[in-house]
């Protein structure tokens, strides 16, 4: 698929089981793949009013901004609006992902653009800069994820280049409709091919290390727990078993 190709849309479900994993696991099943380093290393949620987001990447390019094309008397009215039009276009179930080279000398958005995208329905906004209005940001419970806080508005150092190509964002390759998972530790890029391939063992490898987690707690060694040994992984299809036969006989009450 080129950037100019409108992707195949993906099952609900993709989103649903995508959203049951952790960050670390969907590192785990994407290493199976061969995907090394596919965390947005360095970037933090804003606030902590909201758990996580899953969303298809709707990307923004930046590059330095440029005296002559972007003066200093007026910039909103230069006629460099794509930042405006990301946000008028952005619609559920995607994240807005901002390349902004790793720059935080000035914001790569602030409380109004992100407060517009919510209400558009967007799942989230990353960027690997900064964002202004931080604590007002906060306040929203909306998925935003920067790299630091500025009160210095965009124009002062930043140009929006292009929408909806390929761009880079911590250091990781992000292709339009790629699908990005955040929770509380940060933003994983989940390449769209494998999207559906990963879903379900992601959400199973959850429920599972979920499983163990509780029994390392519980006072077990790790050995023949974690990783699991084929004893363990019978212990946890039979309480799993056990588990689902509950809340069956639950709802049928």
């Not at 390019?61 to 002559?68: L, T, V």
């Not at 998925?143 to 009160?151: D, E, M, R």
């Amino acid at each position: 698929m080129t950037h100019t190709e409108q992707p195949t849309p993906l099952a609900p479900e993709v989103f649903e089981l995508l959203g049951r994993a952790s960050t670390s696991t969907l590192a785990t099943q994407l290493y199976k793949k061969g995907i090394r380093q596919p965390f947005l290393v360095g970037l933090s949620p804003v606030g902590d009013k909201f758990d996580g987001f899953v969303g298809e990447a709707y990307t923004m390019r930046f590059i330095p901004a440029r005296e002559d094309i972007d003066p200093l008397d007026d910039p909103y009215r230069t006629g460099n609006v794509l930042q405006w039009e990301a946000v008028e276009q952005v619609g559920p179930k995607q994240v807005i992902v901002v390349d902004s080279r790793g720059d935080s000398s000035a914001a790569s958005a602030g409380d109004m653009l992100i407060t517009r995208a919510m209400k558009r329905g967007a799942a989230g906004f990353v960027t690997d800069g900064a964002f202004r209005d931080g604590h007002a940001i906060a306040e929203l419970g909306f998925p935003a994820y920067a790299k630091c806080i500025t009160a210095t508005t965009r124009p002062a150092s930043f140009h929006v280049a292009e929408l909806q190509v390929p761009i880079g964002c911590a250091g990781v390759a992000v292709y339009p409709g790629d699908i990005l998972v955040g929770d509380r530790d940060g933003i994983i890029v989940v390449p769209r091919a494998l999207a559906t391939e990963l879903a379900a063992p992601a959400a199973e490898q959850e429920a599972l290390e979920q499983y163990l987690n509780g029994r390392v707690r519980s006072g077990e060694s790790l050995w023949g727990v974690y990783p699991p040994n084929e004893e363990t992984l019978n212990e946890y299809r039979a309480w799993q078993q056990e588990h689902n036969h509950a809340g069956t006989e639950k709802v049928n009450a």
